[in-house]
Nanobody, 124 residues
């Protein structure tokens, strides 16, 4: 049974930092592309970042580029999203997802497995 469990969300002031983690089990973690998505109230789920299997390539949404960093530790079956210079508009539930495809995708439909999400709230 595949499980992706996010942790590390919380409340932070604007300009602050948070790191969210995604612990994976029940799958060959190093064989999956990992992605982070977010969904704010009343909005559709949107792509945030993705990282290829060995971490050799990363991609970011324009809205987070230069502020967020995605990484992974295949030995620990864990993906991370380091979020710096947070803004109130970053407030959302953050989800990690695993994709067995050959290249990263920004489309949530392409991802095979999802976590339950972790809330990130940025106060102004």
């Amino acid at each position: 049974q595949v499980q992706l469990v996010e942790s590390g969300g919380g409340l932070v002031q604007a300009g602050g930092s948070l790191r969210v983690s995604c612990a994976a089990s029940g799958l060959a973690f190093s064989g999956y592309i990992m992605g982070w998505f977010r969904q704010a109230p009343g909005k559709e789920r949107e792509f945030v970042a993705a990282i290829l299997r060995s971490g050799e390539y990363t991609s970011y949404a324009d809205s987070v580029k230069g502020r967020f960093t995605i990484s992974r530790d295949n030995a620990k079956n864990t993906a991370y999203l380091q979020m710096n210079s947070l803004k109130p508009e970053d407030t959302a539930v953050y989800y990690c997802a695993a994709d067995s495809g050959s290249w990263y995708s920004t489309a949530s439909d392409n991802y095979d497995h999802w976590g339950q999400g972790t809330q990130v709230t940025v106060s102004s």
